[in-house]
């Protein structure tokens, strides 16, 4: 059936085995699509055959055949159907003595119910439905080649017969009435002729010599290429055959054994036959030619594919729809094409790659159909090279075509999401490794995977802009260069199979892959470009912990990514990476439970180092944003109890707010806020009140506390001391223990307190003061009042509570004042009588007399009570005096002072605009002034010393001393 086959593109079949009424076929033509075929005889009779599909025969039911047309004349389907083959063929109807002659060429308008009929010579119009012959159109020369132009939905349809030097163009209506006649004289032969464009703008003309393009609207020729043997190193016989068809801006012409195909595409390609060819047609992505009337070779673009050998003498060769009909006269055969999505599955099955996509692209597939196919075998062809072993190379190509992850991944299961923990099955001895066991192909798949994240990462970012299709310039075809099926699909021409592109690798993102990320881009919705992310991110950890790359894998976790949360978490914590699964979950946010684990983690670590840094060691990471401060103080509180130390060196160093630190430690027990406190204004220099009356109310707080833990620890009665008040003596109250009875960390506590009053001039100390305590605090209460300047109070707590009188002593010695109300305080808290007489002498020129009259006993001698009474009298009368004598200065100084403003009222001057100086007799204006030697008059500031002094007047001695 087929000598020297690459790949079987077509199957043959015999339709008949001989003619209809056993006349000889001289003539075939079919409709477009690809139903019915007309075949002309020797005799002038036409005969109609109803097609079935070679893929699935089926005979044609009764109701078919009769809504078929039909002649008058139409003879016994029945008995006419016998010589087809195997019911592939039905005769519907034949009507004999058509054309008077053999009928030579025949072509169908069936859009248009037309019939064009070429027979001896002469061209006929028939009615097709009826066989009706309409128009013979007589002409002194027979044409040379015919075409007709019938569009659907159209009111008219063309015909063009090509004659010697011109070419006839005829417009018929749908009654097949003649609408227009035109005429075109060429300077060629017209040897064959073919509409172009969908809207039959112009014609091809073959010569055998040229082919050449006629613009029917304006009669303009224009020659496209010249058969020569200098532009196409042709051999032209004495009778070159010479032929022209079009499809959908594409044009082939041949001339003897060369062929020309240009299209938008491509342009100009020549092919060449090894022999003569006696026909050509283009039948989907094939041209095929009719060799030394015999046989068909088949081929796509310059690669020969198919030969089939029918018999000798083959007169027609046509195509209609996907199927060739060719016939010797007395048979009559069909060569179904195999249909492209088989035959390209056939040849990636053979690994024939390169012939698969010609096929394609040089099929009328939809752009989008072909784009599919091409990317089908581009993959397959990938995968052949991978199961060679070239992993980089399979790699860089599934990366151009951005294939799905799953159909890369599927060589390594391990890094699918159903992978099973468990350790893989030992590999049988002698039995070859799988690509997950080889590392060149394991690091083949880390490129590809963080490659295909790079590209999804951009796609997520801002959808890629197609590219703008390229070349704008006009088609020798009639059309613009961008609409052709070959051309720009996404910015650059459809990637083939050809060498630089899937047969090449390359180390950068070739302009394949440009094209399939800017489809990709368009195609791909976010939710779906999120879950190939979460495929690939999923495979690169599993991929990373299975080769122990804990580098690569820090650097995948640490950022955001889109790993599948619950298969990481399982599969990190079976790994024990929890460093890398903390990181995991603050990337995805998951702060709470990442917390949470930690929190577990350091409740069953044994080593107190390892507790709670990592904890810690978070929560730092998460200041940085404020939506989740409020995790921190909740894990916090926690770290407080666990390890308070700790989390006191977290506070001190964290760059939280400090008012936020200060309302959270608040809650916690207040030794926590002291620490931090102190922390703030010894070592950060805090001087805000706020922050130092905290501290003295968080102190006394702690006092409090420990001194009711020291009170319950006490079993039996403390008994009342002098140290109460005198309302907790009345009421058994007991007394503030003395420091000494105190514990030591009691001590500490008041110690602490106190040294920080003591100290510290940022807080008010009448708010310190309001926050003590009634009872105890006596020295803190000693350091306040003494502040705010409260000593009746100071000598109060000292002698009344304290009973220090030495100190007592000391403080209105240091003051020098308040000495009437020491003695006071003294003689009220019952001090001894000699006490309180040695203050009396010592201070005797201090008080008052009737502080001493108060102060001296009943029981003193009479001669010592005169005596103090004498001395204070002294003192007084002595006080007396000398109060005299200032008060006399006083009135001299105040006479004095009267005087002088006296003297200056009235020795005052005004100065006006107008005013001039006395002295050089110039306006003063805005100049320096000075009063002239004391006299009420001004003068210029430098006339002052220049001029000499006026002669004293009575009585300007006396002013000029006041003045002075």
């Not at 809650?667 to 130092?692: R, T």
Request: with cysteine; glycine share 6%.
């Amino acid at each position: 059936m087929a000598a020297s086959v690459t790949f079987r593109a077509f199957d043959r079949t015999t339709l008949l085995d001989s003619g209809p009424k056993n006349a000889p076929i001289t003539a075939l033509c079919g409709t477009a699509d690809g139903t019915r075929l007309y075949l002309g005889t020797a005799q002038g009779d036409v005969a109609l055959y109803h097609l079935q599909p070679g893929s699935s025969p089926r005979r044609t039911s009764s109701s078919t055949i009769e809504s078929m047309p039909k002649s008058p004349s139409v003879a016994s389907v029945a008995s006419a159907a016998s010589s087809a083959k195997g019911d592939r063929c039905v005769l519907v109807s034949h009507t004999p003595g058509v054309a008077k002659r053999a009928i030579d060429d025949l072509a169908l308008a069936d859009n248009h119910d037309a019939m064009l009929l070429l027979s001896d010579s002469t061209p006929h119009i028939f009615r097709l439905s009826t066989l009706e012959q309409v128009h013979v159109l007589a002409d002194a020369r027979a044409p040379m080649s015919f075409d007709v132009f019938s569009a659907p939905d159209t009111p008219t349809f063309l015909v063009a017969l090509g004659y010697p030097k011109r070419v006839l163009l005829l417009e018929l209506d749908e009654q097949l009435a003649i609408v227009e006649r035109k005429e075109y004289p060429l300077p060629i032969n017209a040897r064959s002729i073919c509409f172009l464009t969908e809207e039959a703008q112009s014609l091809a003309i073959a010569s055998s010599k040229e082919i050449s393009i006629l613009t029917l609207a304006t009669g303009e020729l224009v020659s496209v290429l010249v058969w020569s043997p200098t532009s196409f190193s042709l051999m032209l016989s004495s009778t070159p055959q010479t032929k022209v068809f079009a499809r959908a801006h594409e044009l082939v012409a041949f001339s003897n054994a060369n062929v020309l195909r240009m299209d938008d595409a491509t342009g100009r390609v020549r092919m060449d036959w090894t022999t003569v060819l006696d026909d050509l047609v283009r039948c989907g992505p094939y041209l095929v030619g009719l060799v030394g009337q015999r046989s068909v070779q088949i081929k796509v673009g310059q690669k020969l594919v198919q030969t089939i050998d029918l018999a000798p003498s083959v007169t027609s060769l046509i195509c209609v729809d996907r199927a060739l009909f060719a016939t010797n006269g007395t048979k009559l055969w069909q060569l179904d094409m195999i249909p492209i999505e088989a035959l390209v599955d056939r040849l990636i099955a053979d690994a024939q790659f390169e012939p698969a996509v010609a096929i394609v692209e040089a099929s009328d597939l939809a752009v989008e159909e072909k784009i599919a196919h091409v990317r089908s075998v581009q993959l397959a062809y990938a995968h052949r090279v991978f199961a060679k072993g070239k992993f980089e190379d399979a790699m860089a190509v599934f990366r151009d075509l951005c294939a799905p992850p799953d159909a890369v991944l599927q060589y390594f299961p391990f890094t699918l999401a159903t992978a099973s923990s468990s350790p893989p099955l030992p590999r049988r001895p002698g039995a070859a490794k799988t690509p997950a066991e080889i590392p060149e192909a394991r690091r083949a798949l880390a490129r590809f995977l963080t490659e295909r994240r790079s590209i999804l990462n951009r796609l997520r970012a801002a959808a890629a802009s197609g590219g703008a299709t390229g070349g704008g310039a006009q088609s020798v075809l009639g059309g613009a260069a961008g609409g052709s099926l070959l051309g720009s699909v996404v910015g650059g021409r459809m990637p083939t199979a050809g060498p630089g592109s899937i047969l090449a690798s390359t180390s950068s993102l070739s302009s394949v892959a440009r094209d399939y990320v800017a489809r990709m881009s368009n195609e791909l919705t976010p939710d779906e470009v999120d879950k190939q992310s979460v495929v690939v991110d999923t495979a690169l950890l599993r991929l990373y912990l299975h080769d122990r790359s804990d580098s690569m894998l820090g650097s995948l976790l640490r950022v955001r990514n889109y790993c599948d949360v619950e298969s990481t978490v399982a599969i990190l914590t079976e790994y024990h990476k929890y460093s890398e699964l903390i990181d995991f979950m603050f990337a995805k946010g998951l702060h709470e439970r990442a917390l949470d684990f930690l929190m577990q983690q350091a409740s069953s670590a044994t080593d107190a180092a390892d507790r709670c840094g990592p904890l810690i060691a978070y929560l730092t990471k998460l200041e940085a944003q404020p939506d989740h401060h409020a995790l921190i103080w909740r894990y916090l509180g926690w770290v407080f109890q666990a390890d308070a130390a700790l989390a006191l060196d977290y506070v001190k160093q964290t760059r939280l707010d400090s008012g936020e630190i200060i309302t959270f430690l608040t809650s916690l027990a207040p030794v926590h806020l002291i620490d931090y406190l102190e922390f703030m204004i010894v070592e950060q220099k805090h001087q805000a009140p706020y922050i130092h009356e905290q501290y003295i109310r968080n102190l006394v707080e702690m006092i409090e506390e420990a001194r009711a833990d020291h009170d319950e620890d006490t079993s039996e009665v403390v008994p009342v001391r002098n140290g109460g008040t005198d309302q907790d003596v009345a009421a058994g109250t007991p007394a503030p223990a003395s420091p000494s009875e105190e514990s030591a960390a009691l001590a500490g506590l008041h110690a602490r307190l106190l040294r920080f009053l003591r100290e510290s001039q940022a807080y008010g100390a009448a708010t310190a003061l309001a926050m003590l305590p009634q009872n105890g605090y006596h020295e803190e209460k000693l350091v306040l009042c003494e502040r705010l300047g409260q000593y009746d109070r100071v000598l109060d707590l000292l002698v009344g509570t304290l009973h220090d009188v030495q100190r007592a002593q000391a403080v209105v010695e240091r003051v020098n004042a308040f000495h009437d109300d020491l003695v006071r305080h003294c003689v009220a808290a019952g001090t001894p009588t000699t006490a309180v007489l040695a203050m009396l002498d010592k201070y005797l020129d201090h008080l008052d007399m009737a502080v001493i009259l108060f102060a001296i006993p009943d029981d003193l001698p009479a001669a010592r009570v005169a005596d103090l009474i004498a001395r204070a009298a002294a003192r007084l009368a002595a006080q007396a005096h000398s109060t005299a004598v200032v008060k006399d200065l006083a009135r001299r100084e105040h006479h004095l002072a009267l005087v002088r403003v006296e003297a200056m009222r009235a020795g005052s001057v005004a100065v006006g605009e107008r005013s001039l100086c006395p002295a050089c007799g110039k306006k003063i204006g805005n100049s320096a002034c000075s009063t002239w030697w004391n006299r009420p008059v001004v003068v210029h500031f430098g006339c002052r010393t220049t001029v000499a002094p006026p002669t004293p007047t009575p009585g300007g001695g006396a002013m000029r001393a006041l003045s002075r």
